[in-house]
């Protein structure tokens, strides 16, 4: 697994200085969602202006906060975890650490973009 690093250009607080994704899988993640969600032409590796990196926050965090941003990464655990024949339970579990997962990065991810003052992929 890679990584991806965002720094802010213009940071407000030290929420937007950068980002860090430790797995590319989790950036992966995230940039799926936001094409899914919000903006088909979301690029992988995007540089933003100030005025595009709020916006972009603003839409996710409505998307969030009304569950949709939950519903796309549950409907993506769901398929990504065979649940088929999980007696234990094991596939539920790590479906529900996931979606914990990709939520906390989408948050992250928001207060960086509304504090950053514009980004660059590093």
Sequence with gaps: MSDQQFNGLNPKSPSGE?????SLDYWIGLCECIRMICHEGFPSYPSMEAEDAEYLAEMLERRLEFGIVKAYFELDAARSFDKAGDSDGESEAAAAEYVETMLDWTRQYILFLRECGGCEAV
């Excluded at 950068?18 to 430790?22: C, E, L, P």
């Design 18 to 22: 950068s980002i860090f994704f430790y």
